[in-house]
């Protein structure tokens, strides 16, 4: 047949895309696999304890028997369907009874202060020797930031250098991130660190806390995100969102300062953009309206953070942060309402999908990785088994990891 193009020219420009090509590829490699948690407990360096995750279980049980004893009772609080009231609840109580806490933070930043040196000093070594015996999946600390860069640098030494045993979940929380430098600073410390303390190299990892205007738009006006994870040089793990620092920076009264705000939306949304496909994953923020007092105040509480988990969860952030052990029972009733809610919609799609068959929606491949993803992270957070997800769309679990891969079946 008669063309127009010849193939030298072809040959030319595809070995030109070929770089760019394989540039993408690097930079955007997908999701990390594996599972997520589906919060970060703050606690202070000072409070935390050998028993505290059966602590906050123990708590949030008590909570739980207290002010909403009993399935009926803890779906009319927060206005599950009728249906997932049993389910639900039963979920939420093995939860807390067997793994209440899915990642720690040992938090030296806001939540623990200005101290003296040697009480800094002191908690890091203590929680260093701890770290490893929480039992937790997850667990690390958030230092200080780099305007306090020689303490914060201090702690985070004393912390890495006193380690019993290096978790395999171990992660460190980066606040307050201002400029990319910050972040090529970070980077040399853990080159050294990893060196001196004999770890593989790129072994430290850390997440970037999105809780400045600065860590949003930079000050030539483009999106700073990008540039920090490409100085991360493969370092970056997650991007958390800081509720309070940034909605007080954005210039927002106290009454406004809250996840549901519109400014909110604006940095998640440049976060989501700047993070999608780089295998960097998102976490929302926390609510500081707690569950304490009497059940008028507990219930009111839960249903804030039991909405707001699950805006986060319809948006696409599938972690947040918790502060008060009773915080943990409308995380994951929210997560539970939300995976077991969507699972037979979800599943009918993929069934349909796999199967070639008309089911009156035309699915791409893009989709049918999203299907499989929500129930795998259904798996993962325990609202779904196994077995559950074969009885609804006829995939095992490694056929499910395959559709996750946008592997063939």
């Avoid at 590829?25 to 409070?47: I, L, S």
């Avoid at 806490?101 to 202060?113: A, K, Q, S």
């Avoid at 009773?326 to 939300?338: I, S």
Wanted: hydrophobic share 40%.
């Amino acid at each position: 047949m008669r063309t127009s193009l010849d193939g030298s020219l072809l040959t030319g420009i595809a070995a030109r895309l070929s770089d760019v090509d394989a540039a993408r590829a690097a930079r955007y490699p997908g999701d990390a696999g594996g599972r997520q948690p589906v919060h970060t407990c703050y606690v202070p360096a000072d409070r935390v304890t050998g028993d505290l995750p059966a602590q906050w279980g123990a708590a949030a049980i008590e909570a739980l028997e207290e002010h909403a004893p009993g399935p009926h009772a803890f779906a009319e609080v927060l206005g599950l369907p009728p249906e997932l009231a049993g389910p639900v609840h039963e979920k939420v109580v093995a939860k807390l009874t067997s793994e209440p806490v899915e990642d720690l933070r040992i938090d030296f930043e806001d939540g623990y202060g200005l101290r003296p040196g040697t009480d800094e000093d002191d908690d890091a070594v203590r929680c260093a020797g701890l770290a490893a015996t929480l039992g937790v999946p997850w667990v690390g600390i958030r230092f200080k930031s780099f305007e306090l860069f020689e303490r914060g640098a201090r702690t985070l030494d004393l912390f890495l250098t006193r380690l019993a045993e290096m978790p395999d979940g171990l992660v460190l929380t980066f606040p307050k991130v201002t400029a990319v430098e910050q972040v090529a600073a970070l980077v040399e410390l853990l080159e050294v660190l990893e060196d001196r303390l004999g770890l593989p190299a790129g072994r430290l990892r850390f997440e970037i806390q999105i809780e400045t205007t600065q860590s949003i738009v930079d000050d030539t006006g483009g999106f700073a995100i990008p540039r920090f994870i490409t100085e991360g040089r493969g370092r970056v793990s997650g991007l958390h969102f800081g509720t309070y620092d940034y909605t007080a920076a954005c210039g927002l009264s106290a009454s406004e300062q809250h996840l549901g705000h519109a400014a909110c939306d604006f940095a998640r949304h440049v976060m989501q953009v700047s993070a999608a496909g780089t295998g960097v994953r998102l976490s929302d923020g926390s609510t500081n309206v707690l569950p304490v007092g009497g059940r008028e105040s507990v219930h009111a509480a839960w249903r804030t953070h039991f909405g707001f988990t699950l805006r986060s969860l319809t948006h696409g952030f599938y972690q947040g942060w918790d502060l008060h052990p009773a915080q943990l029972v409308t995380r994951y009733a929210a997560n539970y309402t939300f995976y077991l809610g969507n699972a037979a919609a979800d599943a009918k799609r993929l069934r349909a999908y796999v199967e070639k068959a008309d089911a009156g929606v035309l699915d791409e491949p893009a989709t049918a990785q999203a299907l499989a993803m929500s129930m795998r992270r259904g798996m993962d957070c325990g609202a779904l088994s196994p077995a559950d997800v074969e009885e609804l769309c006829g995939l095992s679990e490694s056929e499910l990891g395959r559709l996750v891969r946008r592997e063939s079946l």
